[in-house]
């Protein structure tokens, strides 16, 4: 009997570690996933390097002593200890990558969160990013927003693979496909083998069933409450469909033509945030061809545990997932204004998580340095 995330991987999702520290690497844990529960490759952020750093000290603490005596600026120092863990990361991965033609494999590292509005800025740490991780198995994480849109065609366009990380909305998502389709385009009239420039877009669930419900609770119909916790997994079944449509156009075949890979959907937030909804929901409510769904631990293992698939649950299901919206907008749900405050304040968690790091390598550095 195969294990459901063997099944999953069959059934064409690429499943990814939304975590990573240096404990991981170092004690094999990374590795043993690889092997036991089919991750092909890991996601990182701002939050996940601030827990790795505060959580894990002692595993980072002879390298803060040496940026301690040589007395590096915090900046430095966290990038540095960033890329490492990255580097390595990606070197485990490698076999993967080598084995699935650079599909999976793959490492994600983020541009500082305090760049989401500053395009140039932006695109200038993209490629000081890729240089010092120097590992084709990396992905350079550009957030959606609208100054993010111009850095990730720039980015693409240097030959730099991308993940384009916090989309909410299909409006957003359709601008996202249209800068990975520009990029490319401006990588192959540069002389790029676009066949080695890989992109996935992180399309957010979970955070959108939290601000939802909580709206839905607000309202208090009996309308409302037969809506709850319906939005995240719709949402994201019409980014597949808007993927589907985009990637069969005249555009998509030219670059197609050219070796250009599709830029794949990728499913983040996946850890159910209600404690009452089914630990897996995220995972077998989402399962399509070329997806990518970035799990934490904890859904990871809930899904090789008990997590039923059923094959495709997301192309059969377009209808319901339009009729899903248009009821929210019916009882009084605004969902543009869900999805932009969710961008907004998924910048600024990001943005705080990031002061959060330099707090506790500043101070870990005084510490080093005594």
Do not use: C
């Not at 494999?105 to 240089?131: F, K, N, Y």
């Amino acid at each position: 009997m195969s294990t459901p995330t063997e099944q999953l991987s069959a059934a064409g999702v690429s499943i990814w570690l939304d975590d990573l520290s240096r404990g991981r690497i170092t004690s094999g844990n990374l590795s043993e996933l690889i092997r036991t529960r089919n991750v092909s490759g890991v996601t990182t952020n701002p939050t996940i390097f601030q827990n790795a750093i505060s959580g894990g000290g002692h595993e980072y603490a002879a390298q803060l002593a040496e940026f301690a005596s040589a007395d590096a600026p915090v900046e430095a120092a966290i990038v540095t200890a960033m890329t490492d863990d990255v580097r390595d990361a990606a070197d485990i991965l490698r076999p993967v990558y080598d084995a699935t033609g650079g599909v999976d494999g793959r490492v994600s590292i983020e541009v500082s969160p305090d760049l989401a509005h500053d395009t140039e800025g932006t695109i200038a740490q993209a490629e000081q990013l890729w240089t010092i991780v120097d590992r084709p198995n990396v992905h350079i994480k550009i957030p959606a927003t609208k100054a993010g849109l111009p850095a990730i065609t720039a980015t693409l366009a240097k030959g730099i693979s991308v993940n384009v990380t916090l989309i909410f909305s299909l409006e957003r998502y359709a601008e996202v496909i249209d800068a990975f389709f520009a990029g490319i385009e401006q990588a192959k009239a540069a002389g790029h083998d676009v066949s080695q420039i890989h992109s996935v877009a992180s399309f957010f669930v979970s955070r959108v069933d939290t601000e939802v419900d909580k709206r839905l609770a607000v309202i208090a119909t009996d309308a409302a409450a037969a809506l709850k916790s319906k939005a995240g997994v719709a949402n994201a079944r019409l980014a597949y469909e808007l993927f589907e449509e985009a990637f069969a156009s005249d555009r998509a075949k030219d670059l197609a033509v050219a070796g250009a890979t599709v830029q794949r959907p990728l499913w983040a937030s996946t850890g159910v945030k209600d404690p009452s909804l089914p630990d897996t929901l995220y995972v077998t409510e989402l399962v399509a061809p070329a997806t990518v769904n970035t799990m934490p631990e904890k859904t990871l293992e809930a899904t090789f545990d008990h997590a039923v698939i059923t094959g495709d649950t997301v192309t059969s299901n377009y209808a319901d997932a339009h009729a899903v919206i248009d009821d929210l907008a019916a009882v009084g749900v605004d969902f543009a204004d869900v999805t932009q405050l969710l961008e907004d304040e998924g910048v600024a968690k990001f943005i705080a998580s990031w002061q959060d790091v330099k707090e506790t390598v500043a101070k870990a550095l005084e510490e080093a340095a005594r």
